[in-house]
């Protein structure tokens, strides 16, 4: 096969697999956005929530685009190895380069603006307390999205069970079965269980798996940074395969043809 098809085979492999993660997150930002059951669309009908919070939520519009970058980095890099089109692997490089700018450009952000974050996570926290306290017991997507995330992280409330106190869920003095290990859940029972709060399950979780985290970022990093150096390789190959093949004419078509 030799070098030049390995790295054909392997630019058509890795965008292939570009192409179908693509799919997979613009279809999950179109249900992001039609889901109005989902927590997303929880947090931004939010009573009292900041205006900041609205604009950050609009993750759906962002899986969107994502996805739609996706697919054309996966277009872009398979139709680019496979008909050896120096436009098409020029522009697949640019893109790579241009989303891991960006995503070392988040990463800074998040490190600087980290103490911003926790205080708007803690603002929002204020509201979401507020809003199962008026609406957890009664409303069936607020009461049912809550029970889902409780039962996935094995948590109660976003603080603790204290949450429910005046919801009209705890009228009749119960609390949620996830905020028990006994049933009846009544109030002594919560207070015996101490079953944690979800945002700090949540931090717990992130905390623990830190490590994957990184690894998982550091291999998308790892991955990008191959896609450019295979790229713009085979990008050279092609143009200095053409320049061979070009009669040395300086006209302009000719230089245009060997640029792109």
């Known amino acids: 096969m030799g070098c030049f098809g390995f790295l054909k085979s392997m630019m058509f492999l890795f965008n292939g697999i570009i192409f179908l993660a693509g799919v997979g997150v613009l279809a999950v930002g179109i249900w992001v956005k039609v889901d109005k059951g989902s927590i997303l669309s929880f947090l931004q009908n939010l009573d009292g929530a900041p205006s900041d919070l609205k604009q950050v939520l609009n993750v759906g519009y962002l899986l969107i685009a994502l996805g739609s970058v996706?697919?054309?980095?996966?277009?872009?890099?398979?139709?680019?190895?496979?008909?050896?089109?120096?436009?098409?692997?020029?522009?697949?490089?640019?893109?790579?380069?241009?989303?891991?700018?960006?995503?070392?450009?988040?990463?800074?952000?998040?490190?600087?603006?980290?103490?911003?974050?926790?205080?708007?996570?803690?603002?929002?926290?204020?509201?979401?307390?507020?809003?199962?306290?008026?609406?957890?017991?009664?409303?069936?997507?607020?009461?049912?999205?809550?029970?889902?995330?409780?039962?996935?992280?094995?948590?109660?409330?976003?603080?603790?069970?204290?949450?429910?106190?005046?919801?009209?869920?705890?009228?009749?003095?119960?609390?949620?079965?996830?905020?028990?290990?006994?049933?009846?859940?009544?109030?002594?029972?919560?207070?015996?269980?101490?079953?944690?709060?979800?945002?700090?399950?949540?931090?717990?979780?992130?905390?623990?798996?830190?490590?994957?985290?990184?690894?998982?970022a550091l291999g998308i990093a790892i991955l990008e940074l191959s896609a450019m150096v295979v790229s713009m390789t085979l990008y050279c190959q092609i143009k200095a395969k053409a320049a061979i093949a070009t009669p040395t004419v300086c006209s302009p078509a000719t230089y245009l043809h060997i640029v792109c």
Request: hydrophobic share 50%; aromatic share 10%; charged share 10%.
């Open 70 to 216: 996706l697919l054309l980095l996966g277009f872009l890099g398979c139709c680019g190895a496979v008909r050896e089109s120096k436009c098409m692997l020029l522009m697949f490089f640019t893109i790579i380069l241009i989303v891991f700018i960006a995503e070392v450009a988040g990463a800074v952000v998040l490190l600087v603006f980290k103490g911003l974050i926790q205080s708007l996570i803690s603002q929002v926290g204020v509201n979401i307390v507020e809003t199962v306290k008026k609406g957890y017991g009664v409303n069936k997507d607020i009461t049912g999205l809550l029970n889902a995330i409780m039962d996935t992280l094995k948590c109660c409330g976003f603080n603790n069970y204290t949450d429910f106190t005046g919801s009209p869920f705890s009228q009749n003095a119960t609390y949620p079965s996830q905020c028990c290990v006994v049933t009846p859940c009544l109030k002594v029972n919560a207070t015996a269980a101490n079953v944690t709060g979800c945002y700090p399950a949540l931090v717990k979780w992130f905390d623990s798996n830190s490590v994957v985290i990184i690894g998982v």
